[in-house]
């Protein structure tokens, strides 16, 4: 079983940038398409980013293309999450995620349902 830790969170202003770390540890996660998810107070958990496990294909929510970019280091186990131009809307606790369900695809999938494990999550907050 996998264990996901995201890091890099923390309080800036409207226009700054963050960069989130995920390091896995238990088993590796380089053959497997990685996700982050996000929730802010009061509502749904939501889809930010996907990446393939070679980093081939990605994919991000309308809300933050082109903002935000999603990548990896295999031989790190980490997938890391850079938000640029960042907006009071982007406030919420950030998780990555292992969709192990397509191990070695080079497609990325956005269902929540489909990803098994979890990180605890990194608070950002964007003050305006």
């Known amino acids: 079983q996998v264990q996901l830790v995201e890091s890099g969170g923390g309080l800036v202003q409207a226009g700054a940038s963050l960069r989130l770390s995920c390091v896995a540890s238990g088993r590796t996660i380089s053959r497997t398409a990685m996700g982050w998810f996000r929730q802010a107070p009061g509502n749904e958990r939501e889809f930010v980013a996907a990446i393939s496990w070679s980093s081939a294909s990605t994919h991000y929510a309308d809300s933050v293309k082109g903002r935000f970019t999603i990548s990896r280091d295999n031989a790190k186990d980490t997938v890391y999450l850079q938000m640029n131009s960042l907006k009071p809307e982007d406030t919420a606790v950030y998780y990555c995620?292992?969709?192990?369900?397509?191990?070695?695809?080079?497609?990325?999938?956005?269902?929540?349902?489909?990803?098994?494990?979890w990180g605890q999550g990194t608070q950002v907050t964007v003050s305006s």
């Open positions: 995620a292992q969709d192990p369900g397509n191990a070695g695809s080079y497609n990325v999938r956005t269902a929540q349902s489909v990803y098994e494990y």
